[in-house]
């Protein structure tokens, strides 16, 4: 686990260590020492805390005048053991949202497991981008099986045409027209 690192191909565009208004702004990265772990098995330096011990993440691309926000996840979401949602709600979501995020790009190719529990988190972060949208690609169908159990599909935008985006060879501004022209094509089916 300790080679697998975040997206980096739009570090050049983006850095949440160099953005005032990233809540990871200023963080510097060792990468002679690796601390981090999910169940023992140490992750790659260049993930973020966010006071969780099984979820890490990265912001890979804020855009304030556009309003969105592109994270990609590592390790296993467990709501029901460490509240995880709490825990990225409280210490990213809430402060990107403040500094007017309201469209978020979730990517969880590093997802390795889910665990669910309420959805009270899930429903205030839906309540907070009331007028934006909230989306998940890249993850793998038996967290989405997971998701759909736990009606996480009512606040989270994903499947269908959202899983063959191929984000990897895209601008972010153009991953993020790509997703809202989705989105907004999915509304307007409603």
Not at 40 to 50: Q, R, V
Not at 94 to 109: A, M, S, V
């Amino acid at each position: 686990m300790h080679d697998i690192e975040p997206f980096y191909r739009w570090e050049s565009i983006y850095s949440a260590a160099d953005d005032k208004r990233s809540p990871f702004y200023g963080k510097h990265y060792d990468f002679t020492e690796y601390k981090n772990d999910i169940y023992g098995y140490y992750i790659h330096p260049y993930w973020d805390e966010i006071g969780s011990e099984t979820l890490y993440l990265k912001v890979l691309y804020t855009d304030y005048r556009h309003n969105v926000a592109i994270i990609e996840l590592m390790g296993e979401w467990n709501d029901t053991l460490h509240n995880d949602i709490m825990h990225l709600k409280r210490n990213v979501i809430d402060y990107l949202t403040k500094q007017g995020i309201k469209y978020f790009i979730i990517i969880g190719e590093n997802i390795l497991n889910f665990h669910g529990s309420d959805d009270c988190y899930y429903e205030e972060w839906f309540d907070d981008v009331e007028d934006g949208w909230i989306t998940a690609i890249g993850f793998r169908d038996f967290v989405l099986e997971e998701w759909k159990k736990y009606n996480i599909d009512y606040y989270i935008n994903f499947g269908g045409a959202l899983e063959t985006v191929n984000w990897r060879t895209m601008h972010p501004l153009k991953l993020f027209q790509k997703i809202n022209d989705e989105i907004s094509r999915r509304i307007s089916l409603t």
